[in-house]
């Protein structure tokens, strides 16, 4: 049926990275990591039309050897044609392959129904964001044949929360993301069955309100919202993402990669689906004219890592944060 279902039996050797203690102390425990948003890994772009069967289970591959247990698929901002393209193909080769079953546990559906301003739309391509509708909503889910975990939008995108409540009712994790939602919209929008706040601290401006603005409000609904966190030390300063997790509370808080086809890879040239992707020496993912992050290039041991070190985390409660709370968020 496919052209390309020759499925490779090593990961690559120049991805090889030696586990460290605090990786050890998870294989002890018996713990692995969970990642609710993956654009890519080892190589390999989720988002890329040219997908193949062997490309998808090379990174399948890597993430298990990486100690990751589980991933949600991050298929972003494109025309909807083109996002259900992307998502069909995965569909598709992971009925084949039993270690892309056990790995993508579904998918992550980041935009096209976010705000649409610079900074809050981050990387996401202004002409194909839109206001949400039940129509393109239902067609993506139908794409991804009962795949479709988690998706992310702008409350204020969402005329009467008809797509939040819908969602919800289908039993799927909503998440505000890319949003400037005023705190009446967000509690509207939790009331209608929001969940989960993407990668709190970014996919926002800069410059902000000192006061009024989109993490405090996010912050103050911590309690109802499960906010995510890209542990990079890129996206969000370290000292940042510990004020977040102390006023939110540990158990309020998980970490992602938002990892791209540049994650465990090194310096050089990547994708996230029509980007181009520069990674240099300190291995942040950038447009090639340094204007925005695109993704992340960090893998969840690094995040374990970075939670320890730099943050002041105890072992148990970064293992919390990368392992514990979002298997606890995604069910599995």
Not at 37 to 63: I, K, M, S, W
Not at 131 to 144: K, V
Not at 242 to 262: E, H, W
Not at 297 to 319: F, I, P
Request: aromatic share 4%; net charge negative.
């Amino acid at each position: 049926m496919f052209t390309d279902m020759l499925l490779p039996t090593s990961p690559r050797g120049n991805l090889h990275v030696a586990k460290t203690a605090a990786a050890l102390y998870l294989d002890s425990m018996n713990k692995k990591f969970v990642d609710l948003q993956v654009n890519g890994y080892g190589g390999t772009d989720f988002n890329r039309p040219n997908l193949t069967a062997t490309q998808l289970h090379t990174a399948c591959e890597l993430l298990d050897r990486d100690n990751v247990d589980a991933v949600l698929a991050t298929i972003i901002t494109d025309s909807i044609d083109r996002m259900c393209e992307r998502i069909r193909l995965i569909v598709r080769y992971r009925q084949f392959d039993p270690l892309a079953q056990r790995i993508i546990k579904g998918f992550h559906i980041e935009g096209p129904f976010i705000n649409e301003n610079r900074g809050f739309r981050g990387a996401h391509p202004v002409e194909q964001i839109h206001p949400a509708n039940t129509d393109e909503m239902n067609r993506i889910l139908d794409t991804g044949e009962g795949l479709v975990r988690l998706v992310t939008l702008s409350p204020e995108r969402d005329e009467g929360f008809k797509v939040t409540s819908m969602l919800a009712g289908k039993g799927l994790l909503v998440a505000a993301g890319h949003t400037d939602a005023s705190l009446d919209q967000l509690k509207g929008a939790c009331d209608a069955g929001l969940r989960v706040f993407t990668h709190l601290g970014n996919g926002c401006p800069m410059e902000l309100h000192r006061h009024d603005n989109i993490i405090q409000r996010g912050l103050s609904l911590a309690g109802r919202l499960k906010c995510g966190l890209i542990a990079d030390c890129v996206h969000v300063p370290m000292p940042a993402i510990a004020n977040y997790i102390q006023l939110a509370g540990i158990d309020n808080c998980f970490v992602v990669t938002d990892g791209t086809s540049a994650s465990g890879m090194g310096p050089g040239n990547y994708s996230l689906g029509e980007w181009d992707v520069v990674v240099g020496e300190d291995l942040v993912c950038m447009a090639p004219d340094k204007s925005h992050l695109l993704g992340s290039a960090v893998t969840m041991q690094r995040c374990l890592e970075n939670l320890q070190n730099l943050v002041g985390l105890s072992r148990e409660d970064a293992t919390k944060l990368v392992c514990d709370n979002p298997a606890a968020i995604l069910g599995v």
